[in-house]
């Protein structure tokens, strides 16, 4: 008597194997998934700091990821990969900087830091920062602005 537990088997397989993805975390206060691997490619969604999105594929420097349904494209600077270790997870005390501290550092501040700064710095003209920071510019702008100068995207 022959079982027929191959396809069955080998079909489940395949599609556990689509819906596994490795979790990423936003770094950036804001960013947008995209509709193709390119940075103005058209937005499909707007990402927030410490969103997690699951990663699909990588393309080069960009990966195909998935948020609330949506799916696209997200510069690897926009984002750390999450794994956990089982030495983080039983660690009592935690030393030095992590690899995440230090590329949130040099995206900018969090609210929470910028708060103590302010408290530290109250010389600082910090009126002027939180209008730069309400700033938008559209992506055609900034499409128009390249070609104005002669820059073409990689």
Known sequence: MKTRLGVPLLLLCFFVSLSWAEPVMVLTKENAIREAPKFFAPVKMQ????DMLDVMNQEGDWYRVQFKGITGYIHKTAIEKKSISFSETFATQRKGTS????????????PQVEKAYKNKHPEMKYSLVDRVETYTIQDADVIAFLKRGGLQEP
């Open 47 to 50: 990402v927030k700091y410490s």
């Open 99 to 110: 690899d995440a501290e230090v590329a949130l550092a040099g995206k900018g501040f969090t």
